[in-house]
């Protein structure tokens, strides 16, 4: 197996391709990247930017190059022996017009071959999408939108087709007679019935009518593409066969402002395998599985082996041909059986590197049955995250917070009434799919028979919004001592909250632990299995949307900590809890990914460095925001008695102001506009005030307002005069966070991954802020410089890194220098043990340092923390007079003379080290131990 010493996303786009990739490979092979991690390459909607609305799962994307550029860009890579690691889409599709197969389910129904590819409930209790699949992607009612003349019938040669815009959904064939028959006695009449086309039309329409129910699916498709093909010749070859066919498009469309002329085109979309709605119905009325809350993709039934081969036959090509050596599995809990899927792609793609991407809790563990190299790092990202949040002012912070907004409902109630106005409102239709499915199991049990469905929901919705993590992993093999853990812990939880319907709660409980009776019937056990899927399937999106996209946009204690996988009732991690999950790491997972921003992060890793700071001064914090909301409250508007932004949202704006604050004043005027779109987005996931489904447009417009007049740039602005002293402190001391957690990625247990753009300080916002695109030139200019003079004049380039640490190239010569010895000690620091070492002296509680040890190879990491109490603003936190008689206490029998790698410099030991000369000329330390005949070269 190819274990990436170090992988580097691309977020790939319309406007950065194949070709543009290429260009950029030998800067991160300079970089000391050795593997490209790339986002979704396959088909997708036309002009997507992620690539996660995949629409050919075996094609590549044509809009980012052809296969000759692609193979171009992999040649690039290999010559350089270098990997490709692929985030790949198991769990969905985009549900578009370009989704051929999508397209033929909605055109044949049960006669397409592709009827069971998607998760569809043909047979849902509401009679109205009942052997149809929903549609909500209209923007407004369906009666409007067909009155308005939106929804046009058209006749080309693929056949008849209804189309909105840019989506396009052919018809039926049934719908076909409907549509010929009108007018065709005038058609007759003027052409003559012994007419040759005359006869081949009735001949069309006799077929039309006459397919016999019986026939097979195959059949019965092959004779629809006969017909169509027949009506197309007509239409192209006779002149008055394609004025009748255009007068009949014409007039199933209707005239605008006269309702009754829209009812032909009424009548046939009533008998489609689909049914046209205003995109909110999907709230509510669904019978198709999404991804999330998002209507335009489908989930796929990834767990019916075919239609895995299917969709995985180019991964598996691409694997063998070596374009692909690693994987990266979008949304695992996704899947209808995580398990099974993976035994079947290890089966698929042999021994080469896999990762998942998996929301852990704070200490819940990856399930050690899994065929994979570990998690896509976003637990890395919130461990590390939290070394650097001071958890001795939590109680502070927590007082700040209640004062300043009056705020005072506890954490975990939040996190249980934002479960449940998801699922009340966003996820209802999905929630009322998995409250039928358990009412049609339990009546076939004697036992739940007498239960209703109003009260079987109930005691669901009690449980899932207390379940204390994503989902849970139980099939056919049976419960893990984890997963029934988290049952009861959630049913417990529930009886205690609906006592009422305890009885339910128990038939649940039973149901989810698989506590099958003896005289079950085999199929009453496949029943209950079933639903015990679907609740883990429906568990995952349910967590999701409740906290990371409704209580992370709510809850604003502090910020930094409000991440993707993050637990913001945690303030802070203590070293002792950071090695605790490194050696586990290590043991457990030690090929991991080690993430600090991602394409899904909230906010960058430097932005979180920077709000970090705060964590260490708090009344100073309080004390500025207090004077901020005096200055600006003028600035407000009024609506029915409350000001706008209210005092949580203002609170949420200064935390994110102060940590995306730009470094360079022509930022400033795109940074304005930056905070605009991410407030409006803000406001829209917190369902407070105002939603993506119901938008006040006088609370964003208030808001917007309140934006525009804080960040004005004018003399006159006192907020922006009273704010850059302590954003500016801010930013200084949140340089050495990001260069300590950075140093820490590149060392600690796991694979570090770079996200594109982020070797330089990047200050991104959560999507699309964080896919704007990066200046890969000015990156190559900076490294070529950086390597030249490392070789040159060490003295002379850390003092002019230092003396214009905006630009970002203190970071990327960190990132270079440490990738440098991590290519060169492979094995140590791949499989190295990992050692807390005992830190001593006046600032030993600002220093944390570890080593990594493998065979007669050592390296010693040492990063500070907590700077504020130890220099002033702007004194670089170097140097003996900073650092006293801080040390380190070396492993034993590591005494020897060593080499701070990052700076080049030689440094004598014994038993200890002090942090003075380790942090003699940088800012962060990676010692390896100088004995030339060991090394790895």
């Not at 490709?84 to 909605?106: C, E, G, T």
């Not at 929301?359 to 890395?380: A, F, R």
């Not at 043991?587 to 921003?597: F, G, K, L, R, V």
């Not at 890969?776 to 200019?781: A, K, M, T, V």
Request: aromatic residues 12%.
């Amino acid at each position: 197996m190819r274990i990436p010493v170090a992988t580097y996303r691309i977020q790939f786009t319309p406007d950065f391709g194949f070709e543009s990739a290429r260009k950029i490979v030998s800067y991160l092979h300079e970089l000391g990247i050795s593997d490209l991690y790339a986002s979704p390459i396959f088909k997708a909607r036309e002009g997507s930017t992620h690539g996660y609305d995949v629409v050919d799962p075996n094609q590549l994307n044509p809009e980012l190059g052809t296969k000759e550029t692609f193979d171009k860009l992999i040649e690039e890579l290999q010559d350089r022996d270098m990997g490709w690691v692929q985030d790949i889409v198991p769990n969905h599709m985009a549900y578009d017009s370009q989704n051929k197969l999508l397209m033929d389910v909605l055109e044949y129904g049960p006669d397409s071959e592709y009827f069971d590819f998607f998760e569809i409930e043909w047979q849902h209790p509401y009679e109205n999408i009942r052997g149809r699949v929903l549609t909500p992607l209209l923007g407004d009612f369906y009666g409007k939108c067909l009155e308005n003349g939106d929804l046009k019938l058209s006749y080309d040669e693929e056949g008849l087709s209804i189309n909105y815009y840019s989506l396009k959904v052919p018809l039926n064939i049934e719908s076909y007679a409907q549509f010929v028959s009108h007018e065709l006695g005038q058609l007759s009449k003027k052409l003559g019935r012994r007419h040759p086309d005359v006869v081949k039309l009735l001949g069309v329409l006799y077929m039309l009518k006459s397919i016999p129910a019986e026939t097979s699916n195959q059949q019965r498709r092959d004779q629809a593409l006969f017909v169509k093909g027949l009506l197309w010749e007509l239409y192209r070859d006779n002149p008055e066969i394609t004025a009748f066919i255009d007068q009949n498009i014409e007039y199933f469309n209707g005239e605008t402002g006269q309702p009754e002329s829209f009812n032909y085109l009424d009548n046939l979309l009533l008998n489609q395998f689909f049914r046209l709605s205003f995109w909110k119905v999907g709230a509510e009325e669904l019978n198709y599985r999404r991804f999330f809350t998002i209507n335009e993709l489908i989930c796929v039934r990834v767990e019916d082996f075919k239609v895995f081969q299917k969709t995985h036959d180019m991964i598996g090509k691409m694997v063998e041909s070596g374009q692909f050596t690693g994987l990266r599995i979008d949304h695992i809990d996704g899947l209808y059986n995580p398990v099974q899927y993976l035994r079947w792609l290890r089966d698929k793609v042999g021994d080469i590197y896999i990762t998942v991407e998996k929301i852990l809790e704070l200490d819940e563990k990856l399930p050690s049955k899994w065929l994979v190299q570990g998690t896509s790092g976003y637990e890395y990202l919130n461990y590390v995250n939290g070394l650097f949040c001071d958890s001795e002012n939590e109680k502070r912070f927590s007082q700040i917070y209640r004062d300043v907004t009056g705020l005072k409902t506890p954490y975990n109630q939040m996190l249980v009434d934002k479960k449940r106005l998801i699922a009340d409102k966003n996820l209802a239709g999905d929630a009322d799919n998995l409250a039928h499915l358990l009412k049609r199991i339990s009546g076939q049990y004697r036992y739940g028979r007498d239960f209703t469905l109003l009260g079987l929901k109930t005691a669901i919705m009690e449980v899932l919004v207390r379940f204390p993590v994503y989902r849970t992993y139980i099939t056919e093999e049976g419960v893990s001592e984890e997963d029934r853990k988290y049952v009861k812990k959630a049913i417990q939880e529930a009886k205690g909250k609906l006592p009422e319907l305890l009885n339910e709660l128990n038939l649940i409980e039973k149901f989810l632990l698989l506590d099958y009776d003896d005289y079950l019937s085999e199929e009453n056990q496949q029943l209950w299995l079933r639903f015990v899927m679907k609740f883990q399937q429906f568990s995952s999106p349910l967590t999701a949307k409740g906290i990371e996209d409704t209580l992370f946009y709510v809850y604003f204690r502090f910020l930094s900590l409000n991440e993707v996988g993050g637990s913001p009732q945690y303030f802070g991690i203590n070293p002792a809890k950071f090695h605790e999950f490194n050696t586990q790491r290590l043991q457990n997972w030690p090929h991991a990914m080690s993430a600090s921003s991602t394409h899904d992060t909230k906010r960058s890793e430097d932005l979180r460095a920077r709000l970090n700071v705060i964590s260490e001064i708090p009344d100073e914090w309080e004390t500025q925001v207090r004077n901020w909301m005096q200055i600006n409250r003028s600035k407000k508007t009024e609506q029915d008695g409350m000001l706008i932004p209210d005092c949580n949202d203002e609170y949420f704006f200064y935390q994110t102001v102060i940590g995306a604050f730009p470094w360079y004043e022509e930022e400033y005027p795109q940074f304005v506009e930056r905070v605009k779109d991410y407030a409006i987005k803000a406001v829209r996931e917190a369902k407070v005030h105002t939603a993506w489904l119901r938008p006040d447009t006088v609370y964003e417009e208030g808001f917007i307002s309140f934006v525009e007049q804080v960040l004005e740039p004018s003399e006159e602005n006192t907020f922006l005069q009273e704010f850059q002293p302590l954003q500016e402190k801010i930013a200084f001391y949140g340089m050495f966070n990001s260069l300590s957690q950075t140093l820490l990625k590149m060392t600690t247990p796991g694979i570090p991954d770079f996200y594109q753009g982020t070797e330089l300080w990047d200050l991104s916002l959560v999507d699309p802020d964080n896919r704007r695109p990066v200046d890969f030139e000015q990156r190559l200019s900076f490294l070529q410089e950086i390597k030249r003079r490392c070789k040159t004049g060490m003295t002379s380039l850390l003092e002019d890194l230092m003396a214009t640490c905006e630009d970002g190239r203190l970071k990327l010569f960190c990132i270079v220098r440490v990738l440098e010895a991590r290519q060169q000690y492979v094995e140590l620091f791949q499989y190295g043990n990992y050692v807390p070492l005992k830190v001593m002296g006046q600032h030993q509680e600002r220093i944390m340092a570890f080593a990594r040890i493998h065979e007669q190879q050592t390296a010693i990491v040492v990063i500070p923390r907590f700077l504020t109490r130890v220099v002033e603003p702007g004194k670089f936190p170097i140097g003996d007079e900073v650092w006293g008689d801080t040390a380190i206490e070396i492993p034993q029998g590591s005494e020897s003379d060593w080499c701070e790698v990052i700076t080049d410099s030689k440094i004598a030991a014994n038993n200890v080290i002090p942090v003075r000369a380790i942090l003699q000329h940088f800012f962060v330390g990676l010692l390896v131990k100088l004995d030339p005949d060991l090394t790895n070269e």
